[in-house]
């Protein structure tokens, strides 16, 4: 990734717009910030969440609260918790979350 043309700054994440996105259950609230071609979120997903869709979007991933559960396509499956992460490349492992009860995300895609 080339990050160019970005000045400094700072994000006040609270008075960034909160988007909705319905999921197959529960709700996605995304704040997101675009950066050049880099987007960065903070993303809440209500308990009970589940994607609606299998994501090809790479992305870099930080759980900051609660509880992620996430598929790939060919059936492993992995839990983050605050303080763990994960990372996938654009068109590489499909894959889609859920939470039972909750969760906060950072995401840089």
Not at 54 to 82: A, I, M, Y
Request: with cysteine.
């Amino acid at each position: 990734m080339q990050m160019s043309g970005i000045p400094f700054g700072t994000t006040d994440w609270s008075k960034v717009e909160r988007t909705e996105h319905r999921g197959e259950s529960g709700t996605a609230y995304w704040r997101t910030q675009n950066f050049g071609d880099i987007r960065v979120r903070v993303v809440e997903y209500t308990p009970g969440y589940l994607a609606d869709h299998w994501c090809v979007k790479g992305h870099v991933l930080l759980c900051t609260e609660g509880e992620l559960h996430t598929e790939l396509q060919d059936g492993r499956k992995f839990t983050l918790r605050p303080g763990m992460s994960y990372q996938v490349a654009d068109n590489a492992e499909p894959h889609r979350s859920h939470t039972d009860v909750g969760a906060k995300l950072f995401i840089v895609d």
